[in-house]
């Protein structure tokens, strides 16, 4: 059983949402559903998949503006983020019409996610990592058996996530990374929720802010 990926990048900020699926049992997660559902739903019937849930990283209009729409057609459970960035999702209609997005109604997840907690795609196992500082709620997804990282908006190629939003704290963010981040593997995958993928071992080399 292999865990297949295709990232799907949505709304104007080219947000990487992420169609995660077990190649035999068929069960996928989308995460960070930031907006365009329709796209990301026909993404799921195109490779005839069951959807079983939403995971999302964090707050922020681009990463979670789509799921009220989504769960609407679809029912499933929206699992994270941290409960510390519940003012984020209730400040959803405000923020998308501020923005020009589709305004979204607030969300309130089915399960607020703890550092710890042990998320899974059929047999793949993920790890869920709070990693506050570009927002107090963030956390991350790990799954060592797929050397594979959802790193949300918190880890980019040769960058790192903003920490000038209200609840953003650089320290804290920085202190996550390098406390729970890179002591993974280097040959890590990382998906960000935005631009390139990358790995651990690049980020120690040629991340400035990681020096």
């Known amino acids: 059983m292999a865990l297949q990926i295709q990232v799907i990048p949505v709304t104007p900020f080219q947000q990487n949402a992420a169609l995660l699926w077990d190649d035999v049992s068929r069960e996928a997660v989308l995460t960070d559903v930031g ?7 026909s993404a799921v019937s195109q490779h005839q998949l069951k959807l079983q849930a939403i995971w999302l990283t964090h707050g922020h209009l681009d990463h979670a503006s789509g799921v009220a729409d989504l769960t609407e057609q679809q ?9 510390s960035d519940d003012y984020w999702l209730q400040a959803l209609p405000e923020i998308t019409a501020n923005y ?3 305004v979204s ?3 309130t997840p089915t399960r607020w996610l703890e ?3 042990e998320l899974s795609v059929s047999e793949h196992k993920f790890i869920v990592y709070h990693i506050p500082g570009h927002t107090p709620g963030h956390v991350v997804f790990y799954s060592q058996a797929n050397n594979l990282l959802i790193a949300g908006d918190v880890l980019f190629r040769e960058s790192v996530g903003r920490t000038d939003f209200p609840g953003g704290n650089h ?5 996550g990374i390098q406390s729970k981040l890179l002591t993974l593997p280097d040959s890590t995958r990382v998906l960000p929720g935005h631009g390139p993928m990358t790995t651990i071992g690049h980020e120690k080399l040629h991340n400035p802010y990681l020096r």
């Open 35 to 41: 907006g365009e559902a329709e796209r990301l739903l």
């Open 105 to 107: 109604k607030p969300l």
């Open 75 to 83: 029912s499933v459970p929206v699992l994270g983020p941290h409960q």
């Open 115 to 117: 550092d710890g907690d």
């Open 100 to 102: 020009g997005f589709p």
């Open 171 to 175: 320290a804290d963010l920085i202190h």
